[in-house]
């Protein structure tokens, strides 16, 4: 997915996208950028095409990871749940509030 429609999945709107992953879906990212920063060290694309391949070929990387391990655990690995619990967020706010109340 692209960063807008992992944000939609999310069902997140101004919060951090990575800080809403859960640590596999940040690792998977990481890997899928690290495979391309190293391809094209190797490879050194010239132009926009180039580059492009360059990403797939990161990107595809990961995906390809991804797949494997939702194949070893049998469920997805991609949730549109939110890794930050905002409900504790939340009653920490209220705390202070009746504290200054």
């Known amino acids: 997915?692209?960063?807008?429609?992992?944000?939609?999945?999310?069902?997140?709107?101004?919060?951090?996208?990575?800080?809403?992953?859960t640590d596999v879906e940040v690792l998977l990212t990481d890997l899928g950028e690290t495979a391309t920063r190293e391809l094209a060290k190797k490879h050194k694309p010239y132009g926009l095409e180039q580059?492009?391949?360059?990403?797939?070929?990161?990107g595809n990387t990961a995906k390809v990871a991804r797949i494997d391990l939702e194949?070893?655990?049998g469920e997805s690995v991609i949730t549109s749940d939110n890794a930050l619990n905002y409900k504790y967020i939340d009653e920490k706010r209220e705390k202070i509030l009746l504290f200054f109340l």
């Open 51 to 58: 580059n492009k391949k360059i990403a797939r070929m990161g």
């Open 71 to 73: 194949r070893k655990l």
């Open 1 to 21: 997915m692209k960063a807008n429609e992992y944000k939609e999945f999310k069902s997140i709107h101004k919060e951090s996208l990575r800080d809403n992953m």
